[in-house]
């Protein structure tokens, strides 16, 4: 099955910097690649996510990038600010009879102002 | 639209005791999912389902049951309750519209078995 890894565990930044997470798939079937962001006590939500026929997307201050001959892909993070402090999950689907998606362990990014 | 709920938002549990948790989405999704998430850890996989009467297991089956006799309530049933279970549980939905659907997530319901 998928085995997603995701690095950092840990990630501190000051106010203003970029932050950059990496994950690594092992399916090469996986197409869809959706990152969730959860605050602490809070239900996991879709920030961003890229389709396997794309190498990268932005939305603001928010870009991913997918390399799939290496099977990995990243979020990358701008000028980051104190609302950004969260876990941040990557993930990866696989097209079949349903969406299994298979997540990575989490980064904890914290934000120091 | 309310999108995923779950009830109950806490509860504790004795050893050998048994609970229902509640889920139901009201966005007509077809996939729906139970994730259980331990301290400082990923989502895990406990059952899925495609439709209504169908369901099967994820990665972490065992010690729970599912069922889903209609397209809006995924409830997740707990026999016999260990400490091994003490994690919040999400309960998430999917469109079958295509194959990049995001996935809702319910607020979680934080499980302690004492």
């Known amino acids: 099955g998928e085995n997603v890894e995701q690095h950092p565990s840990t990630l501190s930044v000051q106010e203003g910097d970029s932050a950059v997470i990496k994950c690594t798939y092992s399916?090469?079937?996986?197409?869809?690649f959706p990152w969730y962001k959860q605050e602490l006590g809070k239900r996991p939500q879709l920030i961003i996510d890229i389709r396997s026929n794309v190498g990268e997307k932005k939305d603001q201050r928010i870009a991913v990038t997918l390399n799939k001959t290496a099977k990995h892909f990243s979020l990358h993070i701008t000028e980051t600010q104190p609302e950004d402090s969260a876990v941040y999950f990557c993930?990866?689907?696989?097209?079949?009879?349903?969406?299994?998606?298979?997540f990575g362990t989490g980064t904890k990014l914290q934000v120091i102002p | 639209n309310a999108g995923v709920t779950q009830t109950p938002k806490f509860r504790i549990l004795k050893i050998g005791q048994s609970m229902t948790l509640q889920c139901t989405q009201d966005?007509?999704?077809?996939?729906m999912y139970w994730y259980r998430q331990d301290p400082g850890m990923g989502l895990k996989l406990i059952y899925y389902s495609v439709g209504a009467g169908i369901t099967d297991k994820g990665e972490v089956p065992n010690g729970y049951n599912v069922s889903r006799s209609t397209t809006e309530d995924f409830p997740l049933r707990l026999e016999l309750a260990a400490p091994s279970q003490t994690s919040v549980y999400f309960c998430?939905?999917?469109?079958?519209?295509?194959?990049?659907?995001?996935?809702?997530f319910g607020p979680g319901t934080r499980l302690t078995v004492l």
């Open positions: 993930a990866a689907s696989s097209p079949g009879g349903y969406q299994k998606v298979t």
């Open positions: 966005m007509n999704h077809n996939y």
């Open positions: 998430a939905s999917s469109s079958a519209r295509s194959s990049y659907n995001e996935q809702f």
């Open positions: 399916d090469s079937a996986s197409n869809y």
